[in-house]
C-alpha cells in the first residue's frame, strides 16, 4: 500500500487517538439512528461517542484539541451554525475501529456502514470456518465500501493476496485508512467496477453490494433494476468467470420479496441452472430488514425486503 496523503494521515491519527481512547459504538439502521438523535436529550453531542458515533453537533471547545485539530487537518469539520459537526463517524467491527460517512449518508458517494456490516462480517467468518486459509492465494472483495470485508480477508489468510475494490474514490480513502489502523498493510485497494482491471481468477470473492430502490440512485445505496437485484446479479455472473477451480463467492445482499417469492433469488436460479460444475445456495439471514422503504413508491408492491445471503463454489 502507498504512503497516505497528508489528509489521510490525519486521519489514521485520529483512529488511533480514539482507539487509545477506548472508544467504541455499534452503528445501528438509519431509522433507529433518526429516533434516536430526535430525543430532546439528544440534541447537542456530550461526548466521543456522540460526537463521531451518532453524529450530533458540538460546541467550540468540547472536543479535546488534539482530536479537533486532527479533525480540522482531515478537512473533516463542518460548521453548523454556532456548532461543529465531523463529516465522519467511526463503528467498531469485533476489535477494530473503521471510519466512514457521517449520518445522514445523503451524498451520492457517501459510504455506508451499520446492521448489514455486522451480518455480512459473521457471514464470513463462518464461510471461513469452512476453509482452509492456505487454499486461498487470490481473494476479493468487490464493492469494498470502508473496507471491513477485505480487511477480515487479509487477517484470515494471511499468506493471500487480497484486493479491496470499488468505484467510489471515498470508499478507497476509508479502506486505506482502515486497513493500516487494522494492520493489513497487505491489502491492495483500487478502483474496479466490479472486476475491471483485475486479471486472473479468484480463490474466494465476497461482495456487499447496495441493493434498495433508490430515487436519488445514490451510489452507496441503488442495487438497479426493477427490485433492486441487478448490480448482486452482475456481481454473481462476474464470479461464474472469474473462480478458480475450487474457489467461492459468498454474496450478501437484500432481496425484495412480491407475493411470496423473491425475484432475485428467481433470477439467480435461471441463471445457475444450466451450469454444470457449480454448487450453490440461496438462503434468507433475515426475512425483514429496512421495512420503512415499504412506504416508498418504488416498493409499493413489495411485501418485504429480507437480508439474505448467495454462496457459490466452482467445482474442482
Known amino acids: 500500500m502507498t504512503a497516505l496523503p497528508p489528509r489521510l494521515e490525519a486521519l489514521l491519527a485520529l483512529g488511533l487517538r480514539l482507539r487509545r481512547e477506548g ?27 456522540d460526537i463521531f458515533g451518532w453524529s450530533r453537533p458540538f460546541a467550540d471547545g468540547q472536543l479535546e484539541r488534539p482530536l479537533f485539530s486532527l479533525l480540522a487537518a482531515a478537512d473533516l469539520l463542518h460548521r453548523d451554525g454556532r456548532h461543529w459537526r465531523s463529516k465522519v463517524r467511526w463503528s467498531s467491527l469485533e476489535d477494530q475501529l473503521f471510519v466512514h460517512s457521517a449520518y445522514p449518508t445523503q451524498e451520492a458517494e457517501a459510504v455506508f456502514f451499520g446492521p448489514d456490516t455486522y451480518r455480512f462480517a459473521r457471514a464470513i467468518g463462518q464461510h471461513l470456518q469452512a476453509l482452509d486459509s492456505r ?11 470502508a473496507g471491513p470485508g477485505a480487511i477480515l480477508l487479509a487477517g484470515a489468510c494471511p499468506r493471500a493476496e487480497v484486493h479491496a475494490v470499488d468505484i467510489n474514490p471515498h470508499a478507497l480513502a476509508f479502506t486505506r485508512v482502515n486497513a493500516l489502523l487494522a494492520e493489513a498493510p497487505q491489502l491492495q485497494v483500487r478502483r474496479s467496477d466490479l472486476l475491471e482491471g483485475l486479471a486472473g481468477d479468484f480463490d474466494l470473492m465476497v461482495a456487499n453490494p447496495p441493493y434498495m430502490l433508490d430515487p436519488a440512485q445514490r451510489t452507496y445505496r441503488h442495487g438497479g433494476g426493477s427490485q433492486g437485484a441487478e448490480l448482486s446479479l452482475r456481481i454473481l455472473e462476474s464470479a461464474l468467470g472469474r473462480l478458480a477451480p475450487g474457489g467461492s463467492l459468498l454474496l450478501y445482499t437484500g432481496a425484495a420479496v412480491i407475493d411470496g417469492e423473491a425475484p432475485l433469488w428467481r433470477q439467480a436460479s435461471r441463471l445457475l441452472a444450466a451450469r454444470p460444475g457449480w454448487e450453490w445456495r440461496y438462503e434468507e439471514l433475515d426475512p425483514d430488514v429496512f421495512g420503512e ?12 425486503i429480507a437480508a439474505v445471503l448467495l454462496t457459490l463454489r466452482r467445482l474442482a
Open 293 to 304: 422503504e415499504l412506504e416508498q413508491p418504488a416498493y409499493r408492491q413489495v411485501e418485504r
Open 135 to 145: 487454499d486461498v492465494h487470490r481473494a476479493v472483495d468487490i464493492g469494498c465500501g
Open 23 to 49: 472508544y467504541a459504538f455499534v452503528t445501528v439502521s438509519p431509522a433507529s439512528h433518526a429516533r434516536v438523535n430526535a430525543r430532546e436529550e439528544n440534541a447537542l453531542a456530550r461526548d466521543l461517542r
